[in-house]
């Protein structure tokens, strides 16, 4: 028996309907992220505007997030909320007497705040490398973004096949170096192309890249 028209329609959307699967608790967390309650995340920045620049946290606000980014929940793996400044990337103008070469503004900060913040919590446990990063929120003053710290002498990270190769020497201060997600993509490393200035150095490129 052939359907036409809306007939058709309705039975189709019927059986769609019906077969339709479960999600997991990731995709729930994901969707309430898209659109969190306002008072939920007024009272979340209070909170975190009176604390420390750097807190580590028990546990990360962003599970589905945490999880994609390799984030575990076993000894060696710890989570940061760092707190960085907006503003100030640039350098103010010259106000007293005219010269030219001071009358241009310069841009002083060529990185990205979510690579700021994982230099800072690599520099404040010297001991840990950085993972992965993601925001969690930002006012008009401040952003807010939780870093994942792996201890690379841990056994169970020594022993894990998915994070052992944090430990290899090669990838010793990550974030400093500019070799995590983050940083790649503030050095506009995503892409490669022959007309790409960023590539194989800016040096190279009489720094026109960056």
């Given amino acids: 028996m052939i359907l036409e028209g ?3 329609k309705k039975v189709f959307k019927a059986i769609f309907v019906k077969n339709e699967m479960a999600h997991g608790a990731y995709h729930y967390i994901r969707e309430a992220w898209k659109n969190p309650k306002k008072e939920d995340v007024h ?13 580590k946290v028990e546990k990360p606000l962003r599970l589905d ?5 390799g984030y575990k929940a076993k000894k060696g793996i710890i989570v940061l909320r760092v707190r960085v400044l907006r503003g100030g990337r640039k350098r103010p103008r010259h106000e007293h007497g005219r010269k030219s070469r001071k009358q241009h503004v310069r841009k002083i900060l060529k990185m990205s705040y979510k690579w700021v ?15 992965n990063s993601y925001q969690i929120g930002k ?10 710290m792996v201890d690379p002498n841990k056994p169970e990270i020594m022993n894990d096949p998915t994070l052992n190769w944090i430990c290899n020497p090669e990838n010793k201060n990550r974030a400093q170096r500019g070799l995590t997600s983050a940083a790649r993509k503030s050095r506009g490393l995503r892409s490669k192309s022959r007309t790409l200035k960023v590539r194989p150095s800016l040096r190279s490129w009489s720094r026109k890249g960056k």
């Fill in 117 to 131: 913040s994982e230099i800072r919590a690599e520099r404040a446990y010297p001991n840990l490398e950085v993972l």
């Fill in 65 to 69: 997030k945490a999880r994609m980014l």
């Fill in 6 to 8: 809306k007939r058709y």
């Fill in 139 to 148: 006012d008009g003053k401040y952003y807010f973004f939780e870093i994942i």
């Fill in 43 to 55: 009272t979340r920045l209070i909170e975190w505007r009176a604390s420390n620049s750097i807190v």
